[in-house]
């Protein structure tokens, strides 16, 4: 695994959180990204070396309407760039971590990305991200 590549955040509304981090980190909203598959709409944000990622649930069916209703607002997952997702994915399998999926998936902002379920991570949802060659 290489540096944390972005934190995410649970949001109950993009259209309150985009201003409200735009003012926190005195810089603006870079892109908004709906992942469709996921029911997430994303805003990201880029604070010198640093990157937030702000999610909203699209239904009421979606993770982050699940996470939201359990926990409320706040810190969702930790995402770290890896560059072969692949092998990190089965290097962490064989070490006993459970993945949420066999494959990487698409995400947000050009990215490759998989899971681990925080059950085998105490506690902390933890993403797996690689660029995808444009
Ligand atoms: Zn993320």
Not at 11 to 17: C, K, R
Not at 23 to 36: D, F, G, H, P
Request: include cysteine; glycine fraction near 6%; charged fraction near 30%.
């Amino acid at each position: 695994m290489e540096k944390i590549e972005h934190l995410g955040i649970a949001v109950n509304s993009l259209e309150e959180a985009i201003p409200l981090y735009e003012l926190l980190l005195n810089t603006k909203c870079y892109k908004t990204e709906e992942v469709e598959r996921e029911g997430v709409k994303t805003a990201f944000f880029k604070n010198g070396p640093n990157k937030i990622e702000l999610l909203e649930a699209t239904h009421s069916d979606s993770p982050i309407a699940k996470f939201i209703a359990k926990k409320g607002e706040g810190i969702h997952h930790i995402a770290f760039a890896v560059s072969d997702i692949k092998a990190e994915m089965n290097r962490l399998k064989n070490a006993g971590f459970q993945l949420l999926s066999e494959d990487p998936k698409i995400g947000a902002d050009n990215k490759w990305v998989a899971f681990l379920h925080p059950k085998s991570t105490k506690g902390v949802l933890l993403e797996l991200c690689q660029e995808r060659d444009q």
